[in-house]
């Protein structure tokens, strides 16, 4: 169901009552800062530690119990890159993504070395994705060109190709998410595909692909690109990302997709009130979606950040977030992860942490005080 007309004026009209109450006031917004400078590109939690990837940084780790981050990095010389793009893990290891490979962190030895790839030559080395299954223990490898299914118990990779009719963008992976206990997707730059765990890796029967051909995606655009996916029991809601140029302005035209399973989509785009059609990042917070937005700017070729909204999964309300509320200095927000009480919101300065448990937090309307205790940051030589 959408938000009507008649139904925005009500909500409207009970607010203005609302905000009337004498002395009523909203709880405030509890922020922390952290990184500075680093460009966040991908979160994960394992027990009481997060590990988070970035892009010029090397990898972080946040220890819950300790309130300490611990960075392996060139300048500590303890990992010999800076520039990643995913990351996932379990108790035993880590993984992260770069372009010249996966770098595996063996943590009962507190050392890292790197996995390479034959199949698919230089840019088949490009880790984009990376989705770790604790029931299965496998560990998806979304490549630029194929992907690659590691059993982490036995150490025995097999890649695949998910090339489709010649299509070289249905095998460039973008992102994987599990589905349940029993499919994974895997969004690619030109339509998504679907994988039965049940059924054998390369047995035809276990895949299910969509694109925008044949009714998918509306039939929206040239192609579309899947940058990130949510799902619910009857729904599942696709980040899509924008590039259009002068000369193909309707190449991929961006937007969030719902889709319910069967045969219906719905785009919201910005004519629905998203601040820009291109998505980087989602993640789901009870009944809201946040997704970090940005614009494709035609004549520059280049993507700009458009900040953060956060959207009902029942009625489709957006709503856009005010950063300044939330003390976060930069518009684009390239990784979103929720830990069950509060949300972290990669940036390309810095990560911020905010409380969100108290379901009254109010998310717009006036600059809050953050509420910040300075963690200490070591490094593991």
Known sequence: MRVTETMIRKLFLFSILFLSIPNFI?????????????????????????????????????????????????????????????????????????????????????????????????????????????????????????????????????????????????NNIKSIRLDGDSLVWFGSESGVHIFHKSMKLEDKDAWTYINNKDGGFNGDGESVSVSDMIFDPATVWFGTDEFITLENPKFNIGGIYEFDRKHKWERLSESDGLPADGVYCMVKVGNEIFAGIYSFQKKEKKDYGKGLVMINRLNGYITPIDLNDINIQSSKITSLFFDGTSLWIGTDNGLTKVLIANPMAHWGGRKVEVQQEAPSLKTNK
């Not at 400078?37 to 590990?51: D, H, I, K, R």
């Not at 780790?61 to 300490?68: E, H, M, Q």
Request: proline share 1%.
């Open 26 to 170: 909203f709880p405030k917004i509890e922020s922390t800062n952290y990184l500075e400078g680093a460009t966040v590109t991908s979160m994960t939690l394992v027990g009481e530690n997060l590990w988070v990837s970035t892009y010029g940084q090397g990898i972080y780790k946040y220890s819950y119990k300790d309130n300490a981050w611990y960075n392996y990095s060139t300048a500590n010389k303890n990992l010999d890159n800076n520039f990643f793009y995913c990351i996932a893990a379990n108790k035993n290891y880590v993984w992260a993504g770069a372009t010249d490979g996966l770098y595996i962190l063996d943590q009962r030895k507190n050392q890292w070395h790197k996995r390479k790839f034959s199949l698919g030559g230089e840019m088949g080395n490009w880790i984009r994705s990376l989705c770790y299954d604790p029931q299965e223990n496998v560990l998806w490898i979304g490549r630029f060109e194929n992907i690659t299914m590691l059993e982490v118990g036995k150490q025995r990779y097999q890649d695949f190709s998910l090339m489709i009719n010649n299509d070289s963008k249905s």
